[in-house]
């Protein structure tokens, strides 16, 4: 059966254009133009991926977002923004709004199919062979199978992609992880990212974690660990 893609985008020729890229690849898509319209539609019948453009008419892109977010039909679907905003501060907006991916328009199909792809496959641990299905760690709990975070008894609610993020690192204290591979666990090896992605990840995450963001540690000019 193939996947269910809504696509929120009042650029008609864009809109057609992700719907054709999408269908030729197996996919079923639907295409609306208004915030609206695609919050509607993914709360009645909710899809296996929302591609959703940050300037809509009426509810903007990060009001969608939020309100997907919000509700327990829709609070797993992986989304990914569309946004002509290149600003760290705009996109960690998105993110923040519990966004698991963003795209820069203008954008090339293939990387959009790329990106597509990585997230819908992406529920697998990042190694099968080190996978937990509980991480304890100083008052920091993370549940793999509810796909879950708590610290000190306080639940944190984290995108799919900062609970992934969250995860790698953790899994392996004391092992520092560069970007390149960071990209890798979160993403996919065949999607195009850059550095500049994975640190604005890690800023959103530290942020949700609060005191708990001590336990993720910068190492200068490698990347980032877990701390032991």
């Given at each position: 059966m193939s996947k269910r893609v809504v696509i929120v985008e009042d650029e008609q020729e864009i809109g057609e254009l992700i719907s054709l890229t999408l269908k030729n690849d197996g996919f079923t898509t639907e295409l609306v133009s208004t915030g609206e319209a695609g919050l509607n539609q993914a709360l009645a019948n909710p899809p296996d991926?929302?591609?959703?453009?940050?300037?809509?008419p009426?509810?903007?892109?990060?009001?969608?977002?939020?309100?997907?977010?919000?509700?327990?039909?829709?609070?797993?679907?992986?989304?990914?923004?569309?946004?002509?905003?290149?600003?760290?501060?705009?996109?960690v907006s998105g993110?923040?709004?519990?966004?698991?991916?963003?795209?820069?328009k203008p954008f090339s199909p293939r990387v959009l199919l790329a990106r597509v792809h990585?997230?819908?496959?992406?529920?697998?641990?990042?190694?099968?062979?080190?996978?937990?299905?509980?991480?304890?760690?100083?008052?920091?709990?993370?549940?793999?199978?509810?796909?879950s975070v708590s610290y000190n008894g306080k639940d944190i609610n984290l995108t799919n992609s900062e609970f992934q993020l969250l995860f790698s690192l953790a899994s392996r204290p004391g092992w520092v992880f560069n970007r390149e591979q960071l990209v890798t666990y979160i993403r996919g090896e065949d999607v195009f990212v850059t550095d500049r992605t994975v640190d604005v990840h890690v800023a959103g995450l530290r942020k949700?974690?609060?005191?708990a963001a001590k336990f993720i540690e910068t190492v200068r000019g490698v990347g980032y660990r877990f701390r032991e």
């Open positions: 991926l929302v591609v959703l453009d940050w300037m809509l009426g509810k903007d892109g990060l009001e969608v977002c939020r309100l997907l977010r919000s509700d327990e039909r829709t609070k797993k679907v992986p989304i990914i923004m569309l946004t002509a905003k290149v600003e760290e501060a705009d996109i993110l923040e709004v519990g966004a698991d991916d963003y795209i820069t990585a997230l819908l496959r992406r529920e697998s641990p990042p190694d099968k062979s080190d996978h937990q299905d509980h991480i304890s760690h100083q008052g920091l709990e993370i549940d793999t199978k509810r796909r949700k974690l609060g005191d």
